[in-house]
């Protein structure tokens, strides 16, 4: 399992939680200590994502491949 890499910042500007690309093309989870408030509320609803997030994330990607399979079957003609 490859680490993930962990932020924490202070900066009004930005929402409480980021999950992006690191320049290692991973994951990255930036937390916002200025909303460490929100996030200590939060805290359980914010870990329960986690057991949702892997099947939305295959919803977007059966969406995604069933689009590119339809582009193949025009693309041959069928």
Not at 12 to 39: F, G, S, T, Y
Request: aromatic share 8%; net charge negative.
């Amino acid at each position: 399992m490859k680490e993930i890499e962990f932020r924490i910042i202070d900066d009004e500007a930005l929402p409480p939680m980021i999950i992006k690309k690191n320049e290692d093309d991973l994951p990255k989870v930036i937390l916002n200590n200025h909303h460490r408030l929100w996030l200590c509320l939060n805290r359980g609803t914010i870990s329960g994502i986690f057991d949702v997030l892997p099947k939305k994330i295959t919803e977007v990607l059966d969406a995604y491949l069933r689009e590119q399979y339809q582009y193949e079957i025009m693309d041959r003609g069928d």
